[in-house]
């Protein structure tokens, strides 16, 4: 970060505002009387933080999610997040590239070169089917035929679209070198801005980063429209009304941030404790913290 | 009606699936991509032992199974039913066929079984991890040879066929792992 010239910063773990996403459950916590939030990414802070200077930042921060804990989830883990104004998404995994290579010498592992791979060639592969075509119950069909189970109830397309990566797909990922899997499709966009690919899919700018199987990042090509921002908050707060989910404070700060001007550039972020799991060849993400949730 | 929410999920619950009392063996939580978690399980049907894999909605509530494991007396068979009893309670259950699969080779009366009851029914029976038994019918023996190994079947009064040394002779008493279903030693 120093070499690029990517300047340190600190935000606050503690929040008046919250994430509206409605699959990250955030602590909430009394503070001086008020209900408060404890964040689950440093990303607002530090997008105030860009609107502002418009320059590249970092920070390493813990950061906390309830609801998460399984062999690859604490729900208390440290996070490594920054953005580079001007950069696209691509640029950046050019630039995540050379840093883990960098990591993967300092720690004397052999480095292969990386993957890049489409979500959505990833999902048409599997499904012998163009995107437009693929729905929850073909997928249903897909997990029927080869024996796996799929869950009941209501599950969306989007849902079942991760359900199938993550069973067919990631389990087949190369496992000693990283796969970058890009162009999610466009209701998988969060905070990433979407465009329209060579088919004509939407899709969103925005990748995840793998070991193996394991995730240890997720980027965007930011989102820098303040319109589309509430747009998409607004979606958010009806879909956490209809699954009666807690209604979080909305974060005005991060509206007029985008407002004011949020600069052109891509953020990434790295689960460190995924990191040194993959770096240490653990299995559980146990073996790489000093006390897990059940032992704080 | 009990239930579990996904979040309580960890080995050795049991739960309702499809009518059937099922134990959980492993719970995985997965959370691909940024969207809705799951919890990925692997289940044991408690009635046919058959393990399968289960997927459910992170959040998701599944009914529990009201299952327990009670240690009871074996008394006696009827022809159709073992009869047992709670030597706290001394409350009685007749477990059929199904439950007993093939518990009913190792026993002997009083012997003390682990009983499963779901819904206050045997659902399943153990025998004693040991037991001692007497040979009711074997080949003769052949006297003096003790080390060479090799062995023969021997029925036993309940009705198991045990493979035992060559030495062993009709009417001796012998400890059995009913597990392995293997001679351990004579009972002298």
């Known amino acids: ?296 | 009606m009990a239930s579990f929410s996904t979040n309580e999920f960890k080995g050795g619950l049991k739960i309702m699936l499809d009518g059937d009392p099922h134990s959980i063996v492993e719970n995985e939580f997965v959370k691909p991509g940024k969207g809705q978690a799951f919890s990925r399980t692997k289940v044991r049907n408690l009635k046919t032992g058959r393990v399968v894999e289960r997927t459910f909605k992170s959040g998701e509530s599944v009914e529990a199974a009201d299952v327990m494991d009670t240690e009871m007396q074996y008394l006696y068979n009827d022809g159709e039913h073992w009869h047992f009893m709670n030597p706290t309670t001394f409350e009685q259950l007749g477990a059929d066929k199904t439950a007993m699969g093939d518990a009913h080779l190792w026993l002997q009366e009083e012997a003390i079984c682990e009983v499963t009851l779901f819904n206050g029914q045997p659902l399943a029976v153990s025998p004693p991890n040991f037991v001692e038994l007497v040979i009711k019918e074997t080949d003769p023996g052949l006297r003096g040879d003790t080390a060479t190994g090799g062995n023969k079947p021997a029925h036993m009064e309940t009705g198991a066929v045990v493979k035992v040394p060559l030495f062993i002779e009709e009417g001796e008493k012998i400890k059995i792992d009913t597990r392995s279903g293997e001679y351990v030693s004579r009972v002298k």
Not at chain 1, 117 to 128: F, G, N, Q, S, W
Not at chain 1, 143 to 171: Q, Y
Not at chain 1, 280 to 285: H, L, V
């Open chain 1, 1 to 296: 970060m120093d070499k690029e010239v990517v300047l340190e910063v600190s935000t606050p773990v503690l929040s008046h505002a919250a994430t509206t996403d409605p699959h990250l459950h955030s602590f909430k916590v009394i503070a001086g009387g008020l209900p408060c939030y404890l964040h689950t990414s440093p990303e607002f802070a530090m997008k105030r933080l860009l609107a502002a200077h418009q320059q590249d930042i970092y920070q390493i921060v813990p950061v906390l999610r309830d609801a998460e804990r399984g062999h690859k989830h604490n729900p208390e883990f440290a996070m490594l997040e920054w953005y580079r104004v001007g950069m696209d998404h691509q640029q950046l995994m050019d630039s995540i590239e050379i840093l883990l290579g960098s990591v993967f010498e300092g720690f004397n592992k052999p480095w292969h070169k990386p993957q890049r791979k489409r979500y959505i060639d990833l999902v048409e592969a599997v499904l012998a089917c163009d995107m437009q075509s693929v729905t929850t119950k073909k997928i249903q069909q897909y997990f029927d035929k080869e024996n796996r189970s799929f869950p009941s109830g209501d599950i969306s397309l989007d849902a079942a679209l991760d359900l199938l990566i993550d069973t067919f797909v990631l389990p087949e990922f190369s496992d000693d070198r990283f796969t970058f899997i890009t162009d999610y499709p466009a209701s998988q966009a969060a905070l990433a801005r979407t465009a329209i690919d060579d088919q004509g899919n939407a899709v969103a700018s925005r990748f995840e980063v793998y070991f193996g199987s394991l995730e240890i990042a997720n980027g965007y090509h930011e989102l820098t429209d303040a319109n589309i921002l509430r747009q998409r908050i607004e979606e958010n707060v009806q879909t956490r009304k209809q699954h009666g989910l807690d209604a979080v404070t909305v974060d005005t700060h991060l509206i007029d941030a985008h407002q004011a001007g949020l600069p052109e550039c891509a953020g990434v972020a790295v689960g460190i404790e995924r990191l040194l799991m993959l770096l240490t060849g653990a299995n559980s993400i146990d073996q790489v913290i000093a006390f897990p949730f059940e032992r704080a």
